[in-house]
């Protein structure tokens, strides 16, 4: 195929690769310029949520994370495994009478979207594995989850399929002579272009793995609300990512003993059964979140897009960020990109 013009990508995470691979799909010749630093991408959950993860007053979160998800069941999966795919299916529960009230706002909320859930009061016949006396619940029937790690390293093998070329990190936009970069190097974005309100949050994550004799790993996502705080268990092949706390703390990506003793409690509150995995990794990852919780996406001058902001949802949003951008490459922008700030 005839180049339609060079592109350089700032970043190899999940954003990053997602607007290579898809701009190479389309005809650019793209250069990925990424560090050694995995980023966010290497340490999430990996859970496709917009119905679990959504929240009142997050209503074009919700709308994007939708049209992403409808993407994530299509065309995005073309050229990946489908063994990236970990889990089709989440249950949302809650433990005390607070989680139970914040169930209902959030099934309330979902309905008057256009998007009712099922609430049921016998979640443990849907998981038979939850705590006995959890009872409340909704099931999300078109959620999915995915291996982060092996969506990176899928997106990453099917751009060097595509030709996309692996290049050093960049300090300076000045150094990419390309027709057109983007900046897409999550929390580090505004060293690129200052004043983007891109700022990290951190969050610890618990990986643990299934041993002989323990019950077996769940099927599906299981997302709880426990005394106002919130634990999720992401299936694996090999057993459960436990997530995740979320705190400012600068740019420390140490795990803190008092989010892993969280997270470990909540996950056994909810799952007695994971006491007997093993503790495999702990580890904390900086999201790169925005004011308004929403992606900034789009264009910032005539040689540059920006795609960075992705906060909690960047698996989630990567198809969309892709198609996003894509138009504005090809010169016809998604009408949903309007909903997208670029501030
Ligand atoms: C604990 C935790 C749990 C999460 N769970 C989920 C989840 O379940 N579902 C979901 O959708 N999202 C989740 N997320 C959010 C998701 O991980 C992020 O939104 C996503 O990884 C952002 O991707 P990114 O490519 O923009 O940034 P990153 O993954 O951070 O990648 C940015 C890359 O840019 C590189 N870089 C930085 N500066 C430069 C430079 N100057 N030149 C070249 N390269 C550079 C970095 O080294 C890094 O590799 C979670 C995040 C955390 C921390």
Redesign the pocket.
């Given at each position: 195929m005839q180049s339609i013009g060079s592109l350089a990508v700032?970043?190899?995470?999940?954003?990053?690769l997602s607007v290579a691979r898809r701009a190479a799909l389309d005809g650019w010749s793209v250069a990925v310029?990424?560090?050694?630093?995995?980023?966010?991408?290497?340490?999430?959950?990996?859970?496709?949520?917009p119905h679990s993860e959504g929240w009142p007053r997050e209503e074009r979160l919700l709308r994007l994370g939708l049209a992403s998800l409808a993407l994530w069941h299509g065309d995005f999966m073309d050229g990946l495994p489908e063994s990236v795919i970990t889990a089709r299916e989440s249950l949302v529960v809650a433990v005390d009478r607070a989680d139970v009230a914040d169930l209902k706002t959030v099934g309330e909320w979902l309905a008057a979207q256009g998007h009712p859930v099922n609430v049921t009061a016998a979640a443990r016949d849907v998981e038979p594995l939850l705590a006995q006396g959890i009872r409340h619940g909704f099931v999300a029937e078109t959620e999915l989850a995915v291996d982060?790690r092996a969506v990176v390293e899928a997106l990453d093998s099917h751009c060097e399929r595509l030709g996309v070329l692996m290049c050093p990190?960049?300090?300076d936009l000045a150094a990419l002579d390309a027709d057109v970069r983007v900046i897409?190097?999550?929390?580090?974005a505004p060293?690129?272009w200052p004043g983007l309100p891109i700022r990290p949050v951190k969050?610890?994550?618990l990986r643990l793995r299934w041993r002989k004799g323990c019950m077996p790993v769940p099927q599906r996502v299981i997302r709880a609300r426990v005394h106002g705080r919130q634990v999720y268990l992401?299936p694996r092949r090999d057993g459960v990512v436990v997530?995740?706390t979320q705190y400012e703390h600068g740019r420390d990506t140490a795990p803190a003993v008092t989010g892993v003793r969280e997270l470990l409690d909540d996950a056994c509150a909810v799952m007695p059964a994971l006491g007997e995995y093993e503790l495999a990794e702990c580890a904390?990852?900086?999201?790169?979140m925005t004011p308004d919780n929403l992606p900034i996406v789009g264009r910032l001058d005539d040689r540059t897009l920006v795609a960075?902001g992705?906060?909690?949802?960047?698996?989630?949003?990567a198809p969309w960020t892709a198609e996003a951008i894509a138009g504005e490459l090809n010169g016809a922008p998604l009408p949903e990109a309007e909903l997208v700030e670029v501030r």
């Open positions: 700032v970043g190899g995470g999940v954003i990053g310029h990424r560090g050694k630093d995995p980023g966010a991408s290497w340490v999430a959950g990996g859970m496709l949520a982060n990190p960049v300090d897409a190097n999550g929390i580090d060293t690129l969050g610890e994550v992401v997530g995740a904390a990852g900086l999201r790169p960075a992705h906060g909690r949802s960047g698996f989630l949003l």
